[in-house]
């Protein structure tokens, strides 16, 4: 029998360590769209009773990173073509301002900080690793924004990013990606040469392109 102990002084609750890790797997693609899940599973995988499974799928729920049935089925979304292209305009409104907000602070340290990212990128696709590719895809972004100082608009991005996790890993797999992200290297080559109207158009391209291939 699990019991739900009290944790430890400092360390989080049992339903905030689960909603944490799951959202990281959804968000990374680790879990395919569709893919349906169960409390009991969930509280097995975590060590956890049912109640903190229950209370971290109901936090995801609310993100839209799970869905529930009215049968009480759990599983990732999967997304219309309409959804996909609805996130990818979100996307491409959130983060193009995250970019630009960014651009006066893009000191070099960030600059070479992306680059070293991008390589990353590049091995994961290169190994055809499509968790890896999200995940340091992910990273690149973020390390950008974070640079903008604007923590509710990038609260709002990673809710989209949260959403399209699983159908990101979907998209991956179609497109059979042989370089990194083109893109990712004209966003750099703006942000060095301070060129806001070519790093909003680097961002809004690279944001946008893939999902809309997959809407396609």
């Given at each position: 029998m699990i019991l739900n102990q009290r944790p430890p002084d400092g360390a989080p609750p049992a339903h905030?360590?689960?909603y944490r890790t799951l959202r990281t797997r959804i968000m990374q693609g680790t879990i395919q769209p569709g893919e349906a899940?169960?409390?009991r599973g969930i509280g097995k995988s975590f060590d956890v009773s049912m109640t903190p499974a229950r209370e971290a799928v109901r936090r995801l729920v609310a993100e839209g990173a799970l869905t529930l049935s009215s049968s009480?089925?759990?599983s990732t979304p999967e997304l219309s073509n309409e959804r996909i292209e609805e996130l990818a305009s979100l996307r491409a409104l959130i983060e193009v301002e995250l970019a630009s907000r960014a651009l006066p602070r893009a000191h070099m340290a960030l600059i070479e900080r992306l680059q070293t990212i991008n390589s990353t990128v590049a091995e994961a696709v290169a190994h055809r690793d499509a968790v890896s590719y999200i995940r340091?895809?992910?990273e690149f972004h973020r390390t950008l924004y974070l640079r903008a100082q604007a923590p509710a608009m990038l609260?709002?991005?990673?809710t989209v990013w949260l959403?399209?996790?699983?159908?990101?890993?979907?998209?991956?797999?179609?497109?059979?990606r042989k370089e990194?992200?083109?893109?990712?290297?004209l966003i750099i080559a703006a942000l060095r040469a301070g060129d806001e109207p070519g790093l909003r158009l680097a961002v809004r391209?690279?944001?946008?392109?893939?999902?809309?291939?997959?809407?396609s």
């Open positions: 905030d360590r689960v899940l169960t409390l009480g089925r759990i340091t895809n992910l609260a709002m991005a990673e959403q399209m996790g699983p159908t990101m890993r979907l998209l991956y797999g179609r497109l059979r990194p992200p083109r893109y990712h290297r391209s690279d944001v946008t392109q893939g999902l809309r291939m997959l809407a």
